[in-house]
């Protein structure tokens, strides 16, 4: 019964992992939408776009570390 719980534990912890998908592929269209835009601002854009995915990615690795955590302890 505790081992069944825990593997639904560790599949609801990753569904963060669908979320930080989703947002990086937001990141990354919103970056292609804005460099059409405006051309000039690419380094800057690419900057903050470098950002968004080192935030989206850790979100991602903190939900994989808690169905880890949930399903190992």
Known sequence: MLQAA???GAGLATIGL???GVGIGLVFSS???ATSRNPAL???LFQYAIL???L???TGLFA???AFLILYS
């Open 31 to 33: 970056l292609m939408s």
């Open 52 to 54: 968004g995915f080192a």
């Open 64 to 66: 994989l570390m808690i």
């Open 56 to 58: 989206s990615e850790a």
């Open 6 to 8: 825990k593997y639904i």
């Open 42 to 44: 690419r380094p800057q």
């Open 18 to 20: 669908a979320g930080a």
